[in-house]
């Protein structure tokens, strides 16, 4: 298998962001907007279905918004605001917090986090996969917030864009061995291990036995879970980037894209970004000028041959972008 970061997300049943299978195929479309069966909450053991919008009367959907955006929201970002300012995610130890950088060139406020909201545009409760930063409604630099390799980067009109919601996007795959996250089966010095990974939220069961099956068949070969950033809603990319773009065939999706420094400049913040609704009409995902800032995880095994590509465990996931950058208020 290559060593590609498979762009792939689902959810599960207790509304909490799980490792799964992101891909922007129309089945996967269905389920997420809802038209697959409900979302679940669980809430203190009691499982709540929540209907997607479209299945929800406005006489029910404009009240609650209101009460959702005017008392919970603001509470729960307030929280989430703090967590973030004070590293409460942040998996790093405190002297090696500076291995990522802050993805734009100034402090911005974050306007949405990633958990579950009410959506702005399609007005009902979904997961959000990362964290939007607001750019003033104007176009920010964009930075890498650690070295790599640009892996993917699409306009929102390529066809090959299975995710046109996140409009210009790019994603950076790090590199370098003080990047990578080491894994064991069993507690280990500067390693994390499987249950680490659950109790961060990182995983799953189900990936998390695929990785300690893993570990037990291969128990002299290493385990490391390996990053990639992906910022969405670029107005324009940087010339290397979108110079890359457009020497790759059409219908090309090599990975192997031009190297970036942590800070290299990647475009400017933007409002780019449609999606396609029930009745077929094509709208913007998208509000004012800001930054989808979103981190993606790959548990990889290395080969006993060095040269070959590692070998993915289990599906990609996307964790808590506040779980290795601080973000700047």
Not at 110 to 136: E, L
Not at 259 to 277: E, F, N, W
Request: glycine content about 8%; proline content about 7%; charged content about 25%.
């Amino acid at each position: 298998m290559s060593g590609t970061t498979r762009f792939i997300r689902s959810y599960d049943a207790t509304g909490r962001l799980k490792s799964g299978l992101l891909s922007g195929s129309e089945e996967l479309r269905r389920h997420i907007e809802g038209r697959e069966g409900p979302y679940v909450f669980n809430f203190l053991g009691i499982k709540i279905p929540v209907l997607p919008s479209y299945q929800i009367p406005e006489a029910v959907t404009r009240p609650f918004s209101i009460v959702y955006n005017r008392l919970f929201q603001p509470w729960r970002e307030a929280k989430e605001v703090k967590r973030l300012q004070g590293g409460h995610y942040n998996i790093l130890p405190p002297e090696e917090r500076e291995l990522y950088g802050y993805p734009l060139d100034r402090a911005g406020a974050a306007i949405s986090f990633c958990a579950y909201r009410y959506h702005p545009i399609k007005h009902s409760i979904s997961m959000h996969t990362g964290i939007d930063i607001s750019t003033q409604h104007q176009n920010w630099p964009v930075l890498s917030t650690a070295p790599g390799r640009v892996s993917q980067a699409f306009h929102e009109k390529d066809p090959r864009n299975i995710t046109p919601e996140f409009g210009n996007f790019v994603i950076i795959k790090h590199l370098g061995r003080e990047y990578l996250l080491p894994l064991s089966s069993a507690p280990q010095e500067d390693h994390f291990t499987v249950d680490n990974l659950l109790l961060e939220g990182m995983t799953n069961d189900a990936v998390a036995e695929e990785i300690r099956q893993s570990m037990k068949d291969n128990p002299t070969l290493q385990h490391y879970m390996r990053f990639s950033s992906l910022y969405g809603h670029l107005e324009e990319f940087s010339p290397d980037i979108n110079e890359w773009i457009q020497k790759r065939p059409e219908r090309s999706l090599i990975e192997d894209g031009p190297r970036v420094d942590k800070g290299s400049y990647l475009g400017l913040s933007g409002t780019t970004g449609y999606r396609i609704t029930e009745e077929g009409k094509q709208v913007s995902s998208s509000e004012s000028e800001h930054l989808h800032f979103e981190i993606i995880a790959d548990v990889l095994r290395r080969h006993e041959d060095p040269s070959l590509t590692p070998y993915h465990v289990g599906p990609s996931c996307v964790v808590n972008p506040g779980k290795l950058v601080i973000i700047k208020y």
